[in-house]
């Protein structure tokens, strides 16, 4: 049984603007070290599988972006989506071409843009995955133990305990549950039972295909349709043609809340989405104000702040409480209880026709 892990890197990150923009948005930064988020995303799989088993779905936009960050990723492994169509047709177009390549195959499916401190438990972990993933009707989940009550994450619900892999527990899946108001999401955390949703999937190819059918059926023909004409049509003509005929919908409402079969192993690997700005406090050291600096700052009187330069000098009095990110062409300066709804300056932006800052 080979191993394949799909990597969905075509979103914006906008919570993430200035800095993530169209043309080189967040999973192409250098959020955390000195290597992008994707690039990080790439060795981390590379523990377990080949690079000729690792692909990449993203937009035409980020193609070259990804083999100038990823030279040794085959090209053939990069599957371009004409439009943005949400995580279920996503996977579904991964599906049918890793399909074609391995005939068996045991997909592990992941978002490009996350941060995880403990790889090497990450990998111990995923081969438990694996191993629940293993017969024909099993889907299998990764859930963040939380640390605090997030509002901004969805939360998977476990009921009895299925089996320990690996010294590792796997439970049931009760239920999958939309981002809480703080007082649920506290609650959540109390009940022990509650995890963060953190996007990662682990299934057999044909299994995940099945579910497609009888789910998803709409997705299931525009999925056979590609299929059955990559073997004499140009494959990029095919997939511009009919991807755009899919559904804008999420693996999560369009699969993963209608099947009995779903287990969740719990995680704690030092993971993180970096979802807003507010990620910084939580991945990097604080000073002895509770700040996140970076770049050429002087600040005195300033605390909990998360300040970054573009290279200019940015001098604060006074303040708490604040993001402040200097670019090159915009400074964003918002309050952290805001940093979740930082899209809308770009949707105010769209409708000010200023897309020369998006």
């Not at 109390?190 to 997705?219: A, C, H, Q």
């Not at 287990?263 to 807003?276: E, K, N």
């Not at 604040?322 to 979740?340: G, N, S």
């Amino acid at each position: 049984m080979t191993i394949t892990c799909v990597l969905m890197a075509g979103g914006k990150g906008e919570r993430f603007w200035p800095k993530s923009r169209t043309n080189l948005p967040k999973q192409f930064l250098n959020i955390s070290g000195n290597k992008s988020m994707i690039q990080q995303s790439i060795e981390r799989l590379e523990r377990l599988v080949d690079i000729s088993q690792v692909f990449v779905v993203t937009n035409g936009l980020y193609a070259e972006l990804i083999k100038a960050q990823v030279p040794h990723l085959p090209h053939d492994n990069i599957i371009i989506e004409p439009v943005g169509r949400n995580t279920a047709p996503c996977i579904g177009l991964a599906s049918i071409i890793i399909e074609e390549r391995f005939l068996e195959s045991t997909m592990i499916v992941l978002p490009s843009d996350h941060i995880i401190e403990n790889e090497e438990g990450f990998i111990k972990i995923l081969k438990a995955g694996i191993e629940v993933a293993q017969d024909d009707k099993s889907l299998v989940t990764l859930g963040i133990k939380p640390s605090y009550p997030e509002t901004g994450y969805g939360y998977i619900e476990s009921t009895e305990k299925k089996a320990l892999i690996n010294g590792l527990e796997v439970y049931k899946v009760n239920k999958f549950v939309e981002k809480p108001d703080f007082e649920t999401a506290q609650g959540y955390l109390e009940s022990g039972n509650f995890y963060w949703n953190s996007g990662i999937f682990i299934w057999r190819t044909k299994v995940i295909r099945n579910y497609f059918r009888v789910l998803m059926p709409d997705v299931h023909d525009i999925l056979e349709t590609m299929r059955s004409a990559f073997k004499f049509t140009n494959r990029t003509e095919i997939i511009e043609s009919e991807f755009v005929k899919m559904p804008d919908q999420s693996i999560d409402y369009g699969i993963m809340e209608k099947v009995n079969d779903i287990f969740v192993i719990p995680c704690v690997f030092g993971w993180d989405d970096v979802g807003s700005w507010t990620a910084l406090e939580r991945i990097n050291d604080l000073d002895e104000n509770g700040n996140v600096i970076k770049g050429n700052i002087l600040n005195l009187d300033t605390k909990r702040c998360i300040i970054e330069s573009n290279g200019k000098l940015i001098a604060t009095l006074g303040i708490e409480d604040l993001i402040v990110v200097d670019t090159e062409d915009v400074t964003l300066i918002c309050t952290k209880d805001k940093a979740q709804e930082v899209k809308m300056l770009l949707k105010e932006l769209r409708m000010q026709k200023l897309e020369q800052y998006l």
